[in-house]
């Protein structure tokens, strides 16, 4: 009913506070589909990153723009998916 604000959104990062470095866990172009459209973007293959924090009380997952802005879904539901191996 109200689409996400995200007319200003070159680029989407997922990010996980279980990373080091910038905590991006996965980017891709804003742009995949048109406006008001589902975004279903998928990691294929699956890259795997070395977890490098233990969580305290969960893990925080943000999803930002390029500038590292929260992006306004504004609602919307999101679902995430993170598959977790050890090695």
Same mark, same amino acid.
């Given at each position: *009913? %109200?689409?996400? =604000?995200?007319?200003?959104? *070159? ?9 080091? =470095?910038?905590?991006?866990? &996965?980017?891709?172009? $804003? %742009?995949?589909?048109?406006?008001? $459209? =589902? /975004?279903?973007?998928?990691? !294929?293959?699956?890259? &795997?990153?070395?977890?490098? =924090? +233990?969580?305290? %009380?969960?893990?925080? /997952? ?6 590292? !802005?929260?992006?306004?879904? %504004?609602?919307? *539901?999101?679902? /995430?998916?993170?598959?977790? +191996? *050890?090695?």
């Amino acid at each position: *009913e %109200n689409p996400p =604000k995200i007319r200003t959104v *070159e680029t989407i990062n997922i990010s996980c506070d279980l990373l080091d =470095k910038d905590n991006i866990l &996965y980017s891709f172009p $804003a %742009n995949v589909v048109p406006a008001r $459209a =589902k /975004i279903d973007e998928r990691m !294929n293959p699956p890259i &795997y990153l070395p977890i490098t =924090k +233990k969580p305290s %009380n969960g893990v925080n /997952i943000r999803i930002l723009d390029q500038d590292g !802005n929260l992006i306004d879904f %504004n609602g919307a *539901e999101i679902t /995430i998916f993170l598959h977790l +191996k *050890e090695i």
